[in-house]
């Protein structure tokens, strides 16, 4: 008999931590977009524990935006929800991809020296520094497909056309690549620069 299936439910408050009123159309759009919250965690993190805390700041962010804007009510929120909730889940992976490598520092000491593995380390961090430097929509856009999303349903969450999306997140990878390569290069010349001999503020006396 397999271990009963664990139920995951996220606090569906009237007001936020400051008091604040969270709308009702977006505390409704979360328990819509829940289970796909869930799966996404799932996927990132191999265990939706954090989806509820995840669910509930992005709810209560969703709602401030929409405040500010003066956004009606009668829009669906959902699209607009799950790209929040991706955004900050993309962040606690990264955070904990981060606080893996760390903690994996004695185990990176024993190792025996396996080049494969080496690149595939250099692979990971190029990819992470990448990752960071992204604009907020691609960083969505990279939310979103790893989350299992295609093209088309990444397109039609953002209201754009297939082309234009994947062309746009493609072009600026490749730009802060170059950017990154170039840092790199500027970074080796300035080493290898000898370093001028400071001279003293007041000359020996004979």
């Known amino acids: 008999m397999g271990r009963p299936q664990r139920i995951l439910s996220w606090w569906d408050q009237e007001v936020d931590r ?3 009123q969270i709308r009702s159309d977006v505390r409704s759009a979360a328990h819509q977009v829940w289970k796909e919250a869930c799966r996404r965690t799932q996927s990132l993190l ?3 524990a954090h989806a509820p805390e995840l669910m509930e700041d992005s709810v209560a962010q969703v709602s401030r935006y929409l405040d500010r804007i003066g956004a009606p009510s009668s829009s669906p929120k959902n699209g607009l929800l799950l790209l929040a909730f991706s955004r900050s889940l993309r962040r606690l992976a990264a955070k904990s991809r981060r606080l893996e490598l760390v903690g994996g520092a ?3 000491s024993s190792r025996i020296v396996d080049h494969n593995w080496s690149r595939q380390v250099d692979a990971r961090l190029d990819l992470e520094n990448i990752v960071r430097r992204l604009s907020d929509r691609n960083s969505t856009v990279l939310a979103l497909r790893a989350a299992g999303h295609n093209w088309e349903e990444v ?3 953002l209201g754009t056309s297939v082309a234009a999306v994947r062309n746009s997140f493609w072009r600026e990878v490749r ?3 170059q950017k990154l390569r ?3 290069r500027r970074g080796r010349i300035d080493h290898r620069l000898p370093q001028k001999q400071a001279k003293p503020d007041h000359p020996e006396q004979p």
């Open 182 to 184: 170039g840092d790199e």
């Open 18 to 20: 400051k008091g604040r």
């Open 175 to 177: 730009e802060v690549r």
């Open 106 to 108: 004695v185990e990176l």
């Open 46 to 48: 191999a265990d939706p």
């Open 155 to 157: 397109a039609q969450l």
